[in-house]
């Protein structure tokens, strides 16, 4: 089992950067692939980034590709999403995933609860 808490979550101007954080619970969080998705108001929960568990291996939105850095490490048992010249469209609420298995997370076993991120222009 894994539990995910993100955190650092929050309003941030456009053009703006945040930083999220996802803490894992688990001995086995480094064999996993870590990733995130958001959802807003409205529309499908979409997927935005995702590390394989070395972190040797990355993967985008194309949303977002070029502003956001995921990154992760395993000494900490954590995961990040770096959110640079952020728009008022990355409006969302961001969850944490995890998979032992798929890097690409195309359908994770594990969510966390989320966190809120809401971008003012």
């Known amino acids: 089992q894994v539990q995910l808490v993100e955190s650092g979550g929050g309003l941030v101007q456009a053009g703006g950067s945040l930083r999220l954080s996802c803490a894992a619970s688990?001995?086995?969080?480094?064999?996993?692939?870590m990733g995130w998705f958001r959802q807003a108001p409205g529309k499908n929960r979409e997927f935005v980034a995702a590390?394989?568990?070395?972190?040797?291996?990355?993967y985008y939105a194309d949303s977002v590709k070029g502003r956001f850095t995921i990154s992760r490490e395993n000494a900490k048992n954590t995961v990040y999403l770096r959110m640079n010249s952020v728009k008022p469209e990355d409006t969302a609420v961001y969850y944490c995933?995890?998979?032992?298995?798929?890097?690409?997370?195309?359908?994770?076993?594990?969510w966390g609860q989320g966190t809120q991120v809401t971008v003012s222009s």
């Open positions: 688990g001995r086995t969080f480094s064999s996993y692939a």
């Open positions: 995933a995890a998979d032992p298995y798929d890097r690409r997370l195309v359908a994770p076993d594990y």
């Open positions: 590390i394989s568990w070395s972190g040797g291996s990355t």
